[in-house]
C-alpha cells in the first residue's frame, strides 16, 4: 500500500469536529472534584493579585496625602498577605494540575494501547509501526501542557478579565472603553490565523510521524544497513526526513508566533493611548496621579490574561492536529472481529474444512482462489509449494488473522466466524518461520501462551524439543534474561524457545510455519522424536523446506497460484512425478519454502 512507506503522508479519513474535544474533556470528567478544588485555588489567586493595584491607589490618591502612616503599614500588609496567599494557591494548583493531566494522558494512552491490542493485522500491515509508535508515545504527550495547564488556566483567565474589567469600571468607565477597542482587532487577527495556524500543525504531525517511521525502519535493519554498507545513502534520507520536519516546524511556530506579539503590541498601542488620555484629564480633576497608575496596572493586567488565553487557543490549535490522530486510531474498527452473538468455541477435536475458500488482502486482489479440502482430528498436514503460492496465507486463516472473502472455515463443523477470537485462539499453537523473542527471562518467554504453568512444566516442554541443554548452560538458565528479539540468542536457539512456547499451551490445533528452518540437522533429528510425540492427537499444519519434516504428514497439499495442485502422501505424490516429485528432486530431496 502506499501509505505503507515512511515518506508518504497520512491523509485524515476525518477532519476535527468539536466532538474530539468534547471527547477530551470526557477523560477529566472523573477528576471533577479536583478540578473544582483547583479553580477555587486560582481563583483566590487571582483576587488575591488583582488587589494589588487598588491597595496602590489608595496608597497614593488617600494614606500618602494625608501622612496616615499607619493606613500606608496596613495596606503594605494586606499586599503582602495578597502575594502570599497568591504564592501558596498557585503551588498546590500546579501540583494538582500536574497530577491530573499525567492521570488523563495515562487514561488516553491506556486506551489507544488497549485498543491497538484489537487490531487487526491489515491495519498493521498497512502502516508503517513507526508511525503507530509516534501515536502512542508523541502525540499524546502533546496534550499534555493543554491539560495540565490549558484548561483551568482558561477558566480563572475568563475570571480574571471579569474582575479587571469590574475595577477599571469602577476606576473610569470612558478610559475602560477606550481599552475595549482593541479586542475587535485582536479578534480579526485571530480569525485570520486560524486556519494557516491548523494546517501548519497538521503538516508538522505529518512529518514527525514520517521521521519516527524511518528512524523506526532503520533502527530495525540496522544489520542490513551495515552489510551493504548503506550508511551514508541512509543519512542522506534522514537528512532530507528531518529537514521536511524541520521546514514545517518553523513554518508552524512561524504562524503561532504571530499572536503573541500581536497581542504585545495591541496592549502597548492601548497602554500609551491611555497614558496621554489620562494625563490630560489629570489637570481638570477627572482623574487622580494613583487612579492613571491602578488603571494602567490593570490594563496590564488584563491584557495578560488575554496573551494567556491566546496561548490556550495556540495550544488547542496544535493540539487539533494530534487529537485528530489519536481519536482516528481508537476509532479504527478492526476489520476481523467477534461477531456481538459469537458463541464460545468448545473444546477443539481437530476436524478443520476449508469449503471454497476465496482469499485477497487487497480488494481486487485473489491470493486463494476456492480452496477445499478436510483434515481429520490428528491429521498432520503439510503444505508445499513454490515461494508466494498461498501457503501461509492458509495458515493465517485458520486462527483467523484475516478473514474470507467468500467461502467457509469450518472446525468441527462449526463456521470460525460464529465463535469468539479468543475462544479460537487459545487452543491454538502457532510456531513461526521469525520467531519473536520478548525481553525478560527465558522461562518467562516459554510461558507467554500458558501463565499459569508450573516451572516444571516449562522445562518438561523444554526438554521434549531439545531446548533444554542449551538453556541450562546458560549463566543464568531459564533465568537467563535476554533482549528484545533475543539478539543474545542464535535463531536457532530462538526457534526452540518459541517452539517450546507453542507446545506448553498444548494446542488442540497446531501451526508451523517454517518453525525448523534454523534448526540445525543434528537438533532436528533429535527434535523428531519428540514432534512424533508432540503432534500425536493433535490436528497439525506444517510449511517446511525440509523433506524429513514433512515426509510423514498424513496429507501434503501442493499450492501453487492459490490453488491446491496435488495432495496425497508422501510416496502417492513422489509416484506421480508431477509438480511435487519435481520440486522435491529440484532440491536435492528438500521442499522450497515459500
Known amino acids: 500500500m502506499a501509505r505503507n512507506k515512511f515518506d508518504?503522508?497520512?491523509?485524515?479519513?476525518?477532519?476535527?469536529?468539536?466532538?474530539?474535544?468534547?471527547r477530551l474533556l470526557g477523560y477529566v470528567k472523573p477528576y471533577k472534584k479536583l478540578m473544582a478544588l483547583t479553580v477555587f485555588l486560582m481563583l483566590v489567586a487571582s483576587l488575591a493579585n488583582l488587589i494589588g493595584p487598588y491597595l496602590i491607589k489608595q496608597a497614593i490618591d488617600v494614606e500618602i496625602p494625608s501622612g496616615n502612616t499607619g493606613g500606608i503599614v496596613m495596606l503594605a500588609g494586606i499586599y503582602l498577605i495578597a502575594v502570599i496567599v497568591t504564592g501558596v494557591c498557585m503551588k498546590y494548583r500546579i501540583r494538582i494540575m500536574a497530577w491530573i493531566g499525567q492521570s488523563v494522558i495515562q487514561h488516553i494512552r491506556k486506551d489507544l494501547f488497549t485498543h491497538l491490542q484489537k487490531l487487526s493485522f491489515s491495519y498493521y500491515d498497512s502502516r508503517p509501526h513507526g508511525k503507530i509508535l509516534a501515536r502512542v508515545v508523541n502525540y499524546v504527550n502533546s496534550l499534555s501542557d493543554l491539560l495540565s495547564n490549558g484548561i483551568i488556566n482558561l477558566i480563572t483567565d475568563l475570571f480574571s478579565i471579569a474582575?479587571?474589567?469590574?475595577?477599571?469600571?469602577?476606576?473610569?468607565?470612558?478610559?475602560?472603553?477606550?481599552?475595549?477597542?482593541?479586542?475587535?482587532?485582536?479578534?480579526?487577527?485571530?480569525?485570520?490565523?486560524?486556519?494557516?495556524?491548523?494546517?501548519?500543525?497538521?503538516?508538522?504531525?505529518?512529518?514527525?510521524?514520517?521521521?519516527?517511521?524511518?528512524?523506526?525502519e532503520s533502527i530495525n535493519g540496522i544489520k542490513i544497513t551495515q552489510s551493504f554498507v548503506r550508511e551514508e545513502e541512509n543519512k542522506k534520507i534522514f537528512r532530507d526526513v528531518s529537514g521536511s520536519y524541520r521546514s514545517s516546524w518553523m513554518k508552524a511556530v512561524r504562524i503561532q508566533f504571530l499572536l503573541s506579539p500581536s497581542i504585545d503590541n495591541i496592549s502597548v498601542l492601548t497602554v500609551s493611548f491611555i497614558y496621554v488620555v489620562g494625563i490630560a484629564s489629570i489637570g481638570d480633576g477627572g482623574m487622580t496621579a494613583g487612579a492613571l497608575i491602578a488603571f494602567t496596572g490593570y490594563i496590564w493586567m488584563f491584557w495578560a490574561p488575554l496573551a494567556n488565553i491566546g496561548n490556550f487557543y495556540n495550544a488547542i490549535i496544535t493540539a487539533m492536529a494530534y487529537l485528530e490522530r489519536i481519536f482516528e486510531t481508537i476509532d479504527e474498527k478492526p476489520t476481523v472481529?467477534?461477531?456481538?452473538?459469537?458463541?464460545?468455541?468448545?473444546?477443539?477435536?481437530?476436524?478443520?474444512?476449508?469449503?471454497?475458500?476465496?482469499?485477497?488482502?487487497?480488494?481486487?486482489?485473489?491470493?486463494?482462489?476456492?480452496?477445499?479440502?478436510?483434515?481429520?482430528?490428528?491429521?498432520?498436514?503439510?503444505?508445499?509449494?513454490?515461494?508466494?503460492?498461498?501457503?501461509?496465507?492458509?495458515?493465517?486463516?485458520?486462527?483467523?488473522?484475516?478473514?474470507?472473502?467468500?467461502?467457509?472455515?469450518?472446525?468441527?463443523g462449526t463456521d470460525i466466524k460464529t465463535v469468539t477470537l479468543a475462544s479460537l485462539r487459545e487452543q491454538m499453537g502457532i510456531m513461526l518461520q521469525d520467531p519473536f523473542v520478548f525481553s525478560g527471562t527465558i522461562m518467562d518467554n516459554i510461558r507467554y501462551g500458558r501463565l499459569g504453568a508450573t516451572d516444571e512444566e516449562v522445562i518438561r516442554t523444554a526438554k521434549a524439543v531439545q531446548a533444554h541443554d542449551f538453556i541450562d548452560g546458560l549463566e543464568g538458565g531459564?533465568?537467563?534474561?535476554?533482549?528484545?528479539?533475543?539478539?543474545?540468542?542464535?535463531?536457532?536457539?530462538?526457534?526452540?524457545?518459541?517452539?517450546?512456547?507453542?507446545?506448553?499451551?498444548?494446542?488442540?490445533?497446531?501451526?508451523?510455519?517454517?518453525?525448523?528452518?534454523?534448526?540445525?540437522?543434528?537438533?532436528?533429528?533429535?527434535?523428531?522424536?519428540?514432534?512424533?510425540?508432540?503432534?500425536?492427537?493433535?490436528?497439525?499444519?506444517?510449511?517446511?523446506?525440509?523433506?524429513?519434516?514433512?515426509?510423514?504428514?498424513?496429507?501434503?497439499?501442493?499450492?501453487?497460484?492459490?490453488?491446491?495442485?496435488?495432495?496425497?502422501?508422501?510416496?502417492?505424490?513422489?509416484?506421480?512425478?508431477?509438480?511435487?516429485?519435481?520440486?522435491?528432486?529440484?532440491?536435492?530431496?528438500?521442499?522450497?519454502?515459500?
Open 478 to 594: 531459564y533465568f537467563t534474561e535476554v533482549n528484545e528479539r533475543g539478539t543474545r540468542l542464535s535463531s536457532g536457539q530462538r526457534q526452540l524457545i518459541s517452539f517450546a512456547r507453542a507446545l506448553l499451551a498444548d494446542p488442540k490445533i497446531l501451526i508451523l510455519d517454517e518453525a525448523t528452518s534454523s534448526i540445525d540437522t543434528e537438533t532436528e533429528l533429535a527434535l523428531q522424536k519428540g514432534l512424533e510425540t508432540l503432534l500425536s492427537g493433535r490436528t497439525s499444519f506444517i510449511i517446511a523446506h525440509r523433506l524429513s519434516t514433512i515426509k510423514n504428514a498424513t496429507k501434503i497439499l501442493y499450492i501453487e497460484n492459490g490453488r491446491i495442485i496435488e495432495k496425497g502422501t508422501h510416496n502417492e505424490l513422489m509416484e506421480k512425478k508431477g509438480h511435487y516429485w519435481k520440486l522435491s528432486n529440484s532440491q536435492g530431496h528438500s521442499i522450497e519454502s515459500g
Open 8 to 22: 508518504v503522508d497520512e491523509e485524515l479519513e476525518s477532519p476535527f469536529r468539536l466532538v474530539h474535544f468534547k
Open 163 to 216: 474582575v479587571i474589567v469590574g475595577f477599571m469600571l469602577y476606576i473610569d468607565v470612558q478610559l475602560t472603553i477606550l481599552t475595549l477597542a482593541g479586542l475587535p482587532v485582536l479578534a480579526t487577527i485571530i480569525f485570520i490565523l486560524k486556519n494557516a495556524q491548523r494546517r501548519g500543525w497538521q503538516r508538522l504531525s505529518n512529518k514527525q510521524s514520517n521521521l519516527n517511521a524511518y528512524i523506526h
Open 337 to 412: 472481529k467477534s461477531d456481538p452473538h459469537a458463541a464460545m468455541l468448545p473444546p477443539i477435536k481437530g476436524k478443520v474444512e476449508f469449503d471454497q475458500v476465496v482469499f485477497g488482502y487487497e480488494t481486487e486482489e485473489r491470493i486463494l482462489d476456492h480452496i477445499n479440502f478436510k483434515v481429520n482430528p490428528g491429521d498432520t498436514i503439510a503444505l508445499v509449494g513454490a515461494t508466494g503460492s498461498g501457503k501461509t496465507t492458509i495458515v493465517n486463516l485458520i486462527s483467523r488473522f484475516y478473514d474470507v472473502k467468500s467461502g467457509q472455515i469450518k472446525i468441527d
